[in-house]
Structure formats: structure tokens, C-alpha cells
């Protein structure tokens, strides 16, 4: 039921609120933050004049001041942060974090394997948002103004079993304005991922559409015809082969759910041990119970996706500086790939 849970949630999904709006033709002129307060649920003053400010909001694909007036057929996108407080408190835990930058408007974090990003059905306690709030209230820091119950601000997510580097917003102006970076794909983030199989050397894109499969409704399923689903674009290249396994490097163009482990199934190349994917089982190989054998013992070094977060690139929301950070692969990643290459340099050995 956890990992379920957690994993229904998509990196983007239900984090903001995507809209175009076109204003009537005898729409008479108003303030733009009084003309969307009106027209979407549960969005305080605030939290629309932070979006203006940030360039969240566009009219006419132009940025506007908060005092601007909406005229008739204005064409309105806006991106804004959804309001994620819940009937219950949320708990604030001791659980140690792994920071890697932090100032007064946001914090990067780095996430370990197995530790679920946000609270929900069978999740309540031991995740990272319950770890930021005990960490951001013992510095009596105020985080996300407007939201009655204090909550860090996440940007995005990553999956509980993927390891690596989270921005996370202490601020609603710093929410709005990495969100749009996320919705403009500028945000900078490469994955590194053990996949079953030879992948060829070069550069990759594979374009296909992500949607919830029909049949299994806690995976995600590739729509060929990209007839369903939203529209998902992978970047990815071969850094080392070894034969029955490959590391490679993925950048994300969009950011769906499982977005790498299901693009990397369709090519029947899925990420070694992702037990949902199909990665738990011996894709390529030899028949010999030695072989059988290694394999099985790798699994139990790595017992979850071969899946890292490790580099993340974004404009700093107040300084417009570029901030670059990037990340070790984990311990187990590092296990598993030199368990491969000795595998790998033995099976050389005894064919000479």
C-alpha cells in the first residue's frame, strides 16, 4: 500500500495548477489578481500576485504587473502552486537530512532510497516533508506563507526507491518561480540508471506518450499511437556497457510519472531490479546456474531500482543566479556496478 501510494504520484502531478483562461469578449476592465481570484478555487491574493511576480502568469504570452487590467479576450496561462494542506497536522519528525545547499528561500536536498517524499494513505510518518518540518521548525523558520499548515514546498518529486538531489521551496515566490522553470522544461536534471541489456552507444530520444496503465492502475504504460496519455520526451546516452547490463545517463525533457523506468521498459531495456517494471527478472543472460546465481545475489546488494537523481540546474528565484549541484551514486548503485565488472572481466578471462 506504500509504495503504491507514493508512486501514483507523479513529479509534476497535482503540485500546480495549469490553466489557460481567455477572457469574454465584454469582459469589463479588472485587476488581473481580482479576475483569477474569481476564477480559481481555493487561490488567495497572495499566491496569484507571487505567480505575477515570478512570471507564472502571462497574458497574451506577456508578462504583466499585479495592477494590470484584464481586457476583452485576453488570453491568460497561468501556473500556480495548489494549496496541498490536508484535514490532519502535519507531524514533524527527527529524522536526519541530507542537505546539500540551503539559504533563506529554498534548500536542496539529497534523498535516500526507501524514503517516501510526502505523506499520505499509509504514509503519515517517516517521510522527508515530515523530516523538513521538524528541521525548519526547530530553526523557527516560517515555511509557505498563506498555507495553514506550514508545509515545506515541494517542487517536484521523486519516486520512494529512486535516490538523489531534491529543490526544496521555503518560500511561495521561490515554489512559483522553480514550478515555472518545471513547467518551461528549464529546469537541468539527469538521472543515472542500470538497464537490463546492450544499449547503443551515442545519443537517444525516445517521445512517447505516459498515461495510467488501463489494466495495472498503480504503473504507468507508453501509448504508442500517443492517442492517451500526456505527451513525455527522454533524453539518453550510453556512459559504460557491460555486456548484460548497461549504465546510462538520462535527461528529462518532461517530468511524468516514472517517467525513465516505464520509456526504458518500452525498449525492453527496463532498469535492473524495478520489480513494477519488469527489471526483477533475469532479461538478459546465460542459462548457467552460476550466472542465475549472481544475479539473485545482486539483487539482495541492490534491493530497489538502479535509479539516481544525479545532477539538478535551475535560476536561483531572487538572485537569478544558475545553481548546478551533483550528487555520489549511493553505496548499493556502487556495489551493484562493481559486482557487473568483475563479472563482466572474469566471463573475458575465461573465454581466452
Not at 517521445?207 to 500526456?230: L, S, W, Y
Request: glycine share 6%.
Amino acid at each position: 500500500m506504500n509504495e503504491n501510494n507514493e508512486e501514483e504520484k507523479a513529479e509534476d502531478d497535482s503540485l500546480y495548477i495549469e490553466r489557460e483562461i481567455v477572457a469574454d469578449p465584454k469582459q469589463e476592465l479588472l485587476r488581473i489578481d481580482k479576475f483569477l481570484m474569481d476564477r480559481v478555487a481555493n487561490v488567495s491574493r497572495t499566491r496569484v500576485q507571487n505567480s505575477l511576480r515570478a512570471g507564472a502568469i502571462t497574458v497574451n504570452g506577456k508578462q504583466v504587473k499585479p495592477n494590470y487590467k484584464v481586457r476583452p479576450m485576453d488570453k491568460i496561462l497561468l501556473v500556480i502552486p495548489k494549496d496541498t494542506s490536508k484535514s490532519e497536522e502535519l507531524i514533524a519528525e527527527d529524522i536526519p537530512l541530507d542537505i546539500r545547499y540551503e539559504d533563506e528561500h529554498l534548500m536542496v536536498i539529497h534523498k535516500p532510497a526507501g524514503m517516501v517524499v510526502h505523506p499520505g494513505i499509509g504514509n503519515r510518518s517517516g517521510t522527508l516533508v515530515n523530516a523538513l518540518k521538524f528541521y525548519l521548525d526547530k530553526k523557527d523558520i516560517p515555511v509557505m506563507a498563506g498555507n495553514p499548515l506550514n508545509r515545506p514546498g515541494l517542487v517536484h518529486r521523486i519516486d520512494k526507491d529512486t535516490s538523489g538531489l531534491l529543490v526544496i521551496a521555503k518560500e511561495e515566490f521561490a515554489m512559483t518561480h522553480l514550478g515555472k522553470q518545471f513547467f518551461d522544461h528549464s529546469i537541468e536534471r539527469t538521472y543515472q540508471a542500470l538497464v537490463w541489456g546492450d544499449v547503443d552507444a551515442g545519443d537517444h530520444t525516445i517521445h512517447a506518450n505516459i498515461g495510467r496503465h488501463p489494466r495495472f492502475r498503480n504503473r504507468q504504460h507508453v501509448f504508442p499511437d500517443n492517442e492517451e496519455g500526456k505527451d513525455a520526451t527522454t533524453h539518453y546516452s550510453l556512459i559504460e556497457n557491460m555486456y548484460y547490463v548497461s549504465l546510462i545517463e538520462c535527461k528529462l525533457e518532461t517530468g511524468r510519472t516514472h517517467q525513465i523506468r516505464v520509456h526504458m521498459q518500452s525498449l525492453h531495456h527496463p532498469i535492473f531490479n524495478d520489480a513494477k517494471y519488469g527489471g526483477d527478472k533475469i532479461v538478459k543472460g546465460t542459462v548457467f546456474s552460476k550466472y542465475k546465481q549472481f544475479v539473485h545475489n545482486t539483487f539482495k546488494v541492490m534491493p530497489r531500482q538502479a535509479l539516481h537523481a544525479k545532477t539538478l540546474a535551475f535560476i536561483h528565484p531572487h538572485t537569478n543566479e544558475k545553481m548546478s549541484f551533483d550528487s555520489e551514486l549511493p553505496e548499493d548503485f556502487q556495489a551493484t556496478l562493481s559486482r557487473w565488472r568483475n563479472y563482466l572481466s572474469t566471463r573475458k578471462r575465461n573465454e581466452l
